[in-house]
């Protein structure tokens, strides 16, 4: 039975398929969440700009949400 590491916090999760695990590469949906969310953040963080301005600046468009 393989096993794989979760992304975030590196506990092990055995599984026959990988559709055993609905939240693969992570062992839960907080993982998911919490290691998307950092990506999420860093990634709109460039370093010495300031993000409060540079989403008043994007008015024209419509906020994108899933
Ligand atoms: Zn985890």
Do not use: T
Not at 13 to 23: R, V
Not at 26 to 33: M, P, T, V, Y
């Amino acid at each position: 039975m393989p096993i794989i590491a979760c992304r975030r916090c590196g506990k092990a999760l055995q599984y026959e398929q990988i559709k055993d695990l609905p939240y693969f590469p992570f062992c839960s949906k907080r993982c998911k969440l919490v290691d998307l969310g950092k990506w999420f953040n860093e990634e709109h963080r460039m370093p010495g700009e300031k993000p409060a301005e540079e989403d008043e600046a994007n008015d024209g468009a419509p906020p994108h949400r899933e």
